[in-house]
């Protein structure tokens, strides 16, 4: 009899067990719960990570791009007209979009050498502060804004243009021209943000930083602390740069090269700790470490250190479960409801759009898709307060819930469906950032659970079996063309 009430006690506590396992659903009345399970590994994910100065996407996480551009390479002189800027960003920018590459330009009149100086013709080299150079300094960012302030290919710009390669350096910004450049900039930039190289320039504005030469022992106190004391400013504006290899004593918190900050756990867990304080979104020149590229194998222990890095910059959406009707009312209206939580260390600074759609189970195309009304995705902040001792946040992330309504339209078929979700770049509004989940279709959507219209479907839970590896999804792009900055709500049926 002992036995025999063992026997019962565990069938009853099994399915219970199944029912409460991570991306498992479980029913309650006619809406069902899916849980999902966050992917392990890091993701090639847009507008953070790596950043490279190659736009070709062969980077194994970088689709940020640093572009530097020659003043007299735009202007040659004050006769040539907007139309040059363009066709030398088309050039230098081709294709970027099939590989869901975002540029960061940065426009410069000065190289290292006293001999590398990139004036107009019609402009005297080292004038900075000539009526005429003011005057035409006004003209190219009202231009870079016509070119570049709506262009899906630019993530962000860097001021640039003064000092050694545009970093407000050698010499300094004056405070007339900060004012001058500043006013520029922002009206140039009403919908692309604006980064600069110094934390204490430009205080009457809220631009992004590029630091570079990030985590420098020598820099630490003006720069890092500098970038801290700018408070909220990382909430609504990117904060990036590169480490610096190659001058004072960098190898001291960074070692000698790329491969030893990734390799060695003092040096990486040092960098992480930078970004995790600084809430830093992209980092170049480490970014170039060895088998980067997939040009050679690289060794374990870097390839294993560059995943760490990349799992910290910026955004990382955990997608913590979903709620749906699990049968939905044919040309009814239904609700869907998730809990999304940034484990990162900066937040997604566009507001893109987050979908909703239906796939036919088969093929996997799309046969019906909307998306949510309010969602800003811009406000799943991160924690805040990186304790270095703890190596944790004080104030630990949020967990957002976001709920939206839909309608089915009359032209669905009844029948079962995947539920799926994604998140949209506007510019041909099509999947281009993933979720940190294992429930993933190559393309870019989330499926989380099996619905029916119109009929009843047993089992919502999809087998594990059928999702691919995000990590090794190539296909998420772009599109170019006359896209909004953020599309309006739309409900339809694909073709």
């Given amino acids: 009899m002992l036995i025999m009430m063992s026997i019962f006690a565990w069938m009853?506590?099994?399915?219970?067990?199944?029912?409460?396992?991570p991306a498992h659903a479980s029913g309650i009345g006619e809406t069902v719960v899916i849980r999902t399970q966050e992917f392990p590994h890091a993701l090639r994910n847009p507008l953070k990570g790596f950043r490279t100065d190659r736009c070709d996407g062969r980077h194994e996480y970088a689709t940020l791009c640093?572009?530097?551009?020659?003043?007299?390479?735009?202007?040659?002189?004050?006769?040539?007209?907007?139309?040059?800027?363009?066709?030398?960003?088309?050039?230098?920018?081709?294709?970027v979009e099939k590989h869901n590459v975002k540029v960061i330009p940065r426009v410069y009149l000065h190289w290292e050498k006293e001999d590398e100086k990139y004036w107009p013709a019609d402009m005297q080299p080292g004038d900075y502060s000539s009526d005429q150079f003011?005057?035409?300094?006004?003209?190219?960012?009202?231009?870079?804004?016509?070119?570049?302030?709506?262009?899906?290919?630019?993530?962000?710009?860097?001021?640039?243009i003064i000092g050694k390669w545009g970093e407000h350096h050698s010499p300094e910004v004056t405070p007339e021209m900060q004012r001058i450049l500043g006013d520029a900039f922002t009206a140039a930039f009403r919908h692309k943000m604006v980064?600069?190289?110094?934390?204490?320039?430009?205080r009457g504005y809220t631009f992004g930083i590029y630091w570079d030469s990030w985590g420098h022992v020598q820099e630490i106190e003006e720069h890092g602390k500098g970038i801290a004391a700018l408070g909220d400013r990382w909430k609504i504006r990117p904060i990036g740069g590169e480490?610096?290899?190659?001058?004072?004593?960098?190898?001291?918190r960074l070692g000698r090269t790329p491969d030893d900050t990734l390799r060695e756990a003092r040096y990486r867990n040092y960098l992480i700790d930078t970004i995790r304080w600084l809430h830093g979104?992209?980092?170049?020149?480490?970014?170039?470490?060895?088998?980067?590229?997939?040009?050679?194998?690289?060794?374990?222990?870097?390839?294993?250190?560059?995943?760490?890095?990349?799992?910290?910059?910026?955004?990382?959406?955990?997608?913590?479960?979903?709620?749906?009707?699990?049968?939905?009312?044919?040309?009814g209206v239904f609700s869907v409801t998730f809990k999304v939580r940034?484990?990162?260390?900066?937040?997604?600074?566009?507001?893109?759009?987050?979908?909703?759609?239906?796939?036919?189970?088969?093929?996997?195309?799309?046969?019906?898709?909307?998306?949510?009304?309010?969602?800003?995705?811009?406000?799943?902040?991160?924690?805040?307060?990186?304790?270095?001792?703890?190596?944790?946040y004080e104030q630990k992330p949020e967990t957002h819930t976001v709920r939206g309504t839909f309608q089915i339209p009359p032209a669905l078929q009844r029948g079962k469906y995947?539920?799926?979700?994604?998140?949209?770049?506007?510019?041909?509004?099509?999947?281009?950032?993933?979720?940190?989940?294992?429930?993933?279709?190559?393309?870019?959507?989330?499926?989380?659970?099996?619905?029916?219209?119109?009929?009843?479907?047993p089992e919502p839970q999809i087998d594990p079996e059928y999702f691919d590896d995000p990590a090794q999804d190539d296909t998420l792009h772009y599109e170019l063309g006359n896209t909004p900055s953020y599309p309006s709500r739309r409900n339809e049926l694909s073709p």
């Avoid at 470490?289 to 390839?303: M, Q």
Wanted: aromatic content about 14%; hydrophobic content about 40%; glycine content about 8%.
């Fill in 418 to 457: 995947a539920l799926a979700l994604a998140i949209l770049d506007p510019a041909g509004m099509v999947p281009s950032c993933r979720f940190a989940i294992r429930d993933y279709f190559r393309g870019g959507r989330h499926p989380i659970g099996y619905v029916g219209v119109g009929v009843s479907v």
């Fill in 243 to 252: 480490c610096a290899y190659n001058w004072g004593r960098w190898w001291e």
């Fill in 195 to 202: 980064t600069v190289r110094h934390p204490w320039n430009f």
């Fill in 66 to 95: 640093r572009t530097y551009l020659k003043w007299n390479e735009l202007e040659r002189d004050a006769s040539d007209g907007i139309e040059r800027i363009r066709e030398v960003c088309n050039r230098r920018w081709s294709e």
């Fill in 134 to 160: 003011k005057a035409r300094v006004k003209r190219l960012i009202a231009r870079l804004g016509q070119c570049w302030d709506n262009d899906p290919r630019v993530a962000w710009v860097q001021m640039g």
């Fill in 342 to 392: 940034n484990v990162g260390s900066a937040p997604f600074y566009y507001r893109w759009p987050v979908e909703l759609c239906l796939l036919d189970p088969a093929s996997r195309q799309v046969v019906w898709r909307d998306t949510f009304q309010d969602v800003d995705i811009r406000q799943w902040l991160p924690g805040d307060r990186w304790n270095w001792e703890t190596h944790a």
């Fill in 12 to 21: 009853m506590i099994i399915p219970c067990l199944v029912m409460l396992t």
């Fill in 281 to 331: 979104t992209s980092l170049g020149w480490v970014a170039d470490y060895t088998g980067a590229y997939g040009e050679k194998p690289g060794e374990p222990k870097i390839r294993a250190g560059a995943e760490e890095v990349q799992k910290t910059f910026g955004y990382r959406f955990i997608l913590e479960e979903v709620r749906y009707p699990v049968t939905l009312p044919a040309q």
